[in-house]
T-cell receptor
Framework: KNEVEQSPQNLTAQEGEFITINCSYS?????LHWLQQHPGGGIVSLFM???GKKKHGRLIATINIQEKHSSLHITASHPRDSAVYIC????????????FGTGTRLQVTL | NAGVMQNPRHLVRRRGQEARLRCSPM?????VYWYRQLPEEGLKFMVY????????ESGMPKERFSAEFPKEGPSILRIQQVVRGDSAAYFC??????????FGSGTRLTVV
């Protein structure tokens, strides 16, 4: 079983829909990251969380440390949001290296 | 302030050749991480370096792979005697040490 599990693996939405991507982890962590990767492209860091909630534009990320769960929400989705969204954690005591989920592939259509 | 610079973006090598991947971290970042993304798989940690030191190489294959981050110049990931299974995207990330990361655009290695 992976230490970091994401759901769903694939997600198709229509423009304007509210989107939620979930991440569960089974280890103690010091931080959780949400990353975005476009096909054939680089990786962009969206959020780093250790507690609570963060918002940036149409993106919102939340984390519940007790439940070992995080969510990434996209409001008013747009085709340009189509990408792979990756959850990654920093295991406690591992010198900040990241352990990644397998990603959620999001396709937003017109 | 340039981001993390990786070069080359694309690299093609024949089996048995050497591949050298370079990563220049962001200015002020002294921590460098290398990650590998195999086709249709997730990202996996390879190695964590600080200037002139390898801190954690637990994700590096035991043979043919090496990494360095010299006092001057970029971090280098070297793969000797490449095989088809080394074909992947290799990403570098740098950090100032407080947990935030900046990723490079990756080097896509194809072994033919």
């Amino acid at each position: 079983k992976n230490e970091v599990e994401q759901s769903p693996q694939n997600l198709t939405a229509q423009e304007g829909e509210f989107i939620t991507i979930n991440c569960s982890y089974s280890v103690g962590i010091s931080a959780l990251h949400w990353l975005q990767q476009h096909p054939g492209g680089g990786i962009v860091s969206l959020f780093m969380l250790s507690s609570g909630k963060k918002k940036h534009g149409r993106l919102i990320a939340t984390i519940n440390i007790q439940e070992k769960h995080s969510s990434l929400h996209i409001t008013a989705s747009h085709p340009r949001d189509s990408a792979v969204y990756i959850c990654a954690v920093v295991n406690t005591g591992t010198a900040s290296k990241l352990t990644f989920g397998t990603g959620t592939r999001l396709q937003v259509t017109l | 302030n340039a981001g993390v610079m990786q070069n080359p973006r694309h690299l093609v090598r024949r089996r048995g050749q050497e591949a050298r991947l370079r990563c220049s971290p962001m200015k002020g970042h002294s921590h460098v991480y290398w990650y590998r993304q195999l086709p249709e798989e997730g990202l996996k940690f390879m190695v964590y370096l600080q200037k002139e030191n390898i801190i954690d190489e637990s994700g590096m294959p035991k043979e043919r792979f090496s990494a360095e981050f010299p006092k001057e110049g970029p971090s280098i990931l070297r793969i000797q005697q490449v095989v088809r299974g080394d074909s992947a995207a290799y990403f570098c990330a740098s950090s100032p040490g407080q947990g935030s990361y900046t990723f490079g655009s990756g080097t896509r290695l194809t072994v033919v």
